[in-house]
């Protein structure tokens, strides 16, 4: 697993990467921003670690890149900002996560081993049903090839109706494969899912099925 | 003059100069009528002397003697207000109306012109008299002619006349007044225009005032602008500097957290808990001071307008990357066009704190509701988590403390919010949300007008 770390902190670096490397990932450590985005442009990595705050180009432009040159492994953004004007312009450049400074170690390495499990597992990159497209790795869907960005529980939702296209899925089926348990409370939670959805990739997509549950409509109907 | 106010300084000055010109017009229309009337008094005293003056002629003694008398039928009815006189130092002859009295005889009758006066006369009249010497024969010996009438006539004439003019001079006056306060207005209706917009830059700070203002009040308005520019100049400066000052305390902080960690690797745990709890402090310490001074530029950059929903989309974005708010529906009511008076940075900053504290206790879903109701804005988040008992809802409120004092999370809570909060005239509050969490209210009055409505 190979990870790059962007930190021009020379304390902060070393301390890093000798953590992500008792953590068991093979790190690449570089301090400069032009650099990191050759480094990124050109290999795979399994994520990154990206500060900010760095000399030559800053954090932000080095993300964009990346995400521009069509690269979507996990981006984890260091930033001495905890102010969320920064934390909405990093999640729009791309960001996956964040963290702000100074981050307990362990909680670091847990976000980035959380971040890479959602990539991982996932052998088919893409699914398509009718119009809807959902991109397995970065956990977006595409709706005629509009990228729509989700949350973790639609996306979780979709996946769930996009095993039975063309067939209904009960309320408490969803919550349960979703949240893991189901109570009865659930079912209002997963109507207000449904409604944020058909709100971000268009209400005809996600169908009710009064009684039965939810289905997406396979598109040979 | 001591007068504060422009309007009342120029009315006041030009009411006391109009009254001035008024008050010297009615003097002169007075004096003009007053001459007039007098002339019109002589000529005709004049033309019944013509009748006298050739009749006249002396006796032996000096004593005057008229061979014809005026014809006016007043000269023979007594006290009827119409005299005449001849009179020598050797006698005097007299219209019948005089009766028993004579008019008083000027010492000094020069020449042969009528010169006119006015004397107390017989019967307790007024007089209007014009008197002449002649000479009636080749003796040289001189007779004093006088004719008068009387003057009350004139007076109340006169009398009628100011009383009028006077009246019509009052009338041009308030007419004249009214006209000032009209012009003054107008000229002070620029002067109100950028009062108006003055109001709208301290709602917004980024509103400037127009450039289309008349030439006299245009320096002011590009002053106001100037000073405006410089001081958002100054606060984006001041933000900066705040966040500059995060940076380069913080990367320290985490040098000095590295530093820990080895310290405790090589074997010296007791030092390296005991750093971490100052880096902890300090770190504390740092954002404390941070989100004051963001409370105090909110303050300083006035407020909004922001529309609400496109940067509640943008938190709720960031928030469903996490962790935990990955696994929440985030219900979004808020109508389109909805503004809050809040600058688009603070909106950001309290929306974070105040959605991911609700994303820290929801269970599974948090609901964020807007709307405009009986003149005030209200915004509403309710999660679906414990919520809060009533006692711990005050103590939430307090200055410094947070909504979970245990949970991770770098943001200083409510504290943050609450700063924010009264820096936009907003008030905050706590209840139970329908679904049994905690809801947070917060409120902003119209009294701030209309200035967050989203501009067309």
Same mark, same amino acid.
């Given at each position: ?59 932000? @432009? ?11 492994? !996990? ?10 004007? +920064? ?135 | ?33 007053? #001459? ?29 003697? &008229? ?19 001849? @009179? ?6 007299? @219209? ?57 006539? @004139? ?6 006349? #100011? ?7 009052? %009338? ?17 209706? !620029? ?51 705040? &966040? ?13 957290? &590295? ?41 300083? &950059? ?38 809050? !008076?809040?600058?688009?940075? +603070?909106?950001?900053?309290? %929306? ?7 994303? #820290? ?33 005050? #103590? ?57 409505? !989203?501009?067309?």
């Amino acid at each position: 697993m190979r990870v790059l770390l962007v930190e021009d902190e020379p304390a902060v670096g070393a301390d890093l990467a000798a953590a992500l490397g008792d953590a068991g990932f093979v790190v690449e450590w570089v301090r400069d921003g032009a650099e990191a985005a050759f480094l990124g442009d050109t290999e795979d990595y399994a994520a990154a670690v990206l500060d900010l705050g760095l000399p030559g180009l800053d954090g932000l @432009s080095v993300l964009r890149g990346w995400r521009e040159g069509g690269r979507s492994f !996990p981006v984890l953004v260091l930033t001495a900002r905890a102010d969320w004007t +920064e934390k909405v312009i990093g999640i729009e450049a791309g960001a996956d996560d964040y963290l702000a400074k100074p981050f307990a170690m362990g909680e670091l390495i847990a976000r980035l081993r959380g971040l890479m499990r959602r990539v991982a597992g996932h052998l088919s990159a893409t699914v398509t049903i009718g119009r809807l497209r959902l991109d397995t790795t970065r956990m977006c869907a595409f709706v005629d090839d509009r990228s729509v960005r989700l949350s973790a529980l639609e996306y979780r939702f979709l996946e769930v109706l996009a095993h039975q296209p063309g067939r209904p899925v009960a309320v408490h089926a969803i919550a349960e494969q979703i949240y893991g348990t189901a109570d009865s409370g659930d079912t209002n939670a997963i109507e207000a899912l449904v409604t944020r959805l058909r709100r971000k990739i268009g209400s005809e997509l996600v169908e009710t099925r009064r009684g039965l549950g939810y289905l997406l409509p396979d598109g040979s109907a | 003059m001591t007068t504060r106010s422009i309007r009342a300084r120029l009315l006041l000055g030009g009411g006391l100069a109009i009254l001035l010109a008024l008050v010297l017009a009615g003097a002169g229309l007075n004096w003009l009528f007053q #001459r007039h009337i007098e002339r019109r008094e002589v000529q005709s005293l004049e033309a019944k002397a013509l009748e006298l003056l050739p009749a006249l002629r002396l006796d032996a003694v000096g004593r005057p003697l &008229a061979d014809a008398q005026p014809t006016d039928g007043r000269f023979a009815r007594p006290a009827s207000g119409l005299y005449w006189q001849a @009179s020598t130092s050797a006698g005097l002859i007299r @219209s019948s109306s005089l009766w028993d009295q004579q008019l008083p005889v000027p010492r000094a009758v020069a020449g042969t012109n009528w010169r006119l006066r006015r004397v107390d006369g017989p019967f307790g009249h007024r007089l209007f008299v014009i008197a002449r010497a002649i000479r009636p024969d080749a003796s040289g010996r001189v007779v004093v002619v006088q004719f008068a009438t009387d003057d009350d006539a @004139s007076a109340a004439t006169m009398h009628e006349f #100011r009383r009028e003019a006077a009246l019509a001079l009052l %009338l041009l006056w308030l007419l004249l007044m009214g006209a000032a306060a009209v012009q003054i207005a107008l000229g002070l209706a !620029p002067l109100r225009r950028v009062q108006a917009q003055l109001q709208a830059l301290r709602r917004n700070s980024g509103a400037r005032l127009s450039t289309d203002h008349p030439r006299e009040v245009a320096p002011l308005v590009d002053a106001i602008n100037a000073l405006a520019d410089a001081r958002a100049a100054d606060l984006e400066r001041a933000r900066h500097r705040a &966040a500059d000052l995060a940076h380069s305390l913080k990367t320290p902080l985490a040098a000095m957290a &590295a530093q820990s960690r080895r310290a405790r690797a090589e074997g010296a745990p007791q030092a390296a808990a005991a750093m971490d709890s100052t880096i902890a402090m300090a770190g504390a310490a740092l954002e404390a001071e941070l989100a004051r001074a963001r409370g105090a530029l909110a303050r300083d &950059a006035g407020v909004g307008p922001t529309e609400l929903l496109p940067v509640a989309e943008a938190v709720i974005a960031v928030l469903e990357r996490t962790e935990r708010g990955g696994r929440l529906v985030f219900t979004v009511e808020v109508p389109a066009a909805l503004s809050l !008076p809040v600058a688009t940075a +603070e909106l950001t900053e309290l %929306l974070g704190a105040l959605l991911e504290n609700a994303a #820290r206790h929801a269970r599974r879903a948090v609901r964020i509701r807007a709307g405009e109701a009986d003149d005030t804005l209200v915004l509403q988040i309710d999660d679906d988590g414990p919520g809060m008992a009533e006692p711990d809802m005050a #103590r939430a409120l307090q200055r410094g403390r947070r909504l979970d004092e245990a949970g991770p999370g770098h943001g200083l809570g409510l504290a943050i919010v609450t700063d924010l909060v009264e820096a936009s005239g907003g008030a905050l509050t706590l209840a139970q949300a329908d679904q049994g969490g905690l809801r947070v209210l917060i409120r902003w009055s119209h009294r701030h007008d209309a200035g967050y409505r !989203p501009r067309q």
